[in-house]
């Protein structure tokens, strides 16, 4: 039988994370989490149900109304974000959410709820989980761990493209205001800030096509897999 590993992928945003935990998942037979969806969902209830974050009680109390699975779906050869049995995997991107999702995710309440749900995620190993705090705070242990960098222009062109297709009228400029905020909360939040663990090995794509990120981080893969 096929030793199964945990594979963690940390980094800053729009370094591409994503796009790469899904393809090594594909690749892998594994199964793809991501974990910043999960975040994302969290922040839409809070918005939707008018919850005070800062309240402790309040947040508490919404926590305990919140589920979160992942579906696969097979038209897309994606897994989806499900809140409370509804389909957000499309809603929790939008621009509103993403300016609320990294103030969100300093609530140690919101952490501890969703890092337990992650975890249980990884009892049987066989995924790939991208975010801020995998391969620190997650699964310290991992057998594989990446951190993903990008020169921040890079990384500004990357989510205008991605944003511009869903919201037009959306400017270059809010987006790297939005970039640069995420990045300090993220990198100077008290509970798991993004930091690369010890053992990750740094991957900065600034340069690489998707295609020689994936052939690099699918190597080390196979060769952690069979050893």
């Not at 800062?54 to 038209?75: G, P, R």
């Not at 500004?156 to 991605?162: D, Q, S, T, Y």
Request: charged content about 30%.
């Amino acid at each position: 039988m096929e030793n199964k590993i945990i594979i963690t992928i940390d980094g800053w945003s729009s370094c591409g994370k994503s796009t790469l935990a899904k393809q090594l998942a594909k690749q892998l037979g594994y199964v793809y989490i991501d974990s910043g969806a999960m975040y994302r969902a969290i922040t839409l209830y809070f918005l939707r149900n008018h919850i005070d974050w800062t309240d402790d009680i309040q947040t508490k109390s919404a926590l305990e109304n919140i589920t979160l699975i992942f579906k696969y779906n097979e038209k897309s050869e994606q897994s989806e974000i499900f809140l409370n049995e509804e389909n957000v995997e499309y809603l929790i991107r939008d621009l509103v959410v993403a300016e609320k999702v990294s103030e969100v995710a300093t609530i140690s309440l919101v952490r501890n709820f969703a890092v337990a749900q992650q975890q249980r995620m990884g009892e049987d190993k066989g995924i790939v989980m991208d975010g801020r705090d995998i391969g620190t705070t997650v699964f310290p242990h991992a057998a594989l761990k990446f951190f993903m960098n990008a020169d921040i222009l890079v990384r500004v062109e990357r989510r205008f493209k991605e944003m511009f297709d869903k919201n037009p009228n959306i400017t270059i400029e809010e987006v790297k205001s939005n970039l640069e905020m995420r990045d300090y909360i993220d990198s100077n939040r008290e509970v798991s800030p993004l930091r690369k663990a010890e053992d990750a090995i740094e991957l900065d794509n600034t340069r690489l096509t998707i295609q020689e990120q994936l052939d690099i981080a699918l190597k080390l893969a196979k060769e952690k897999i069979s050893n």
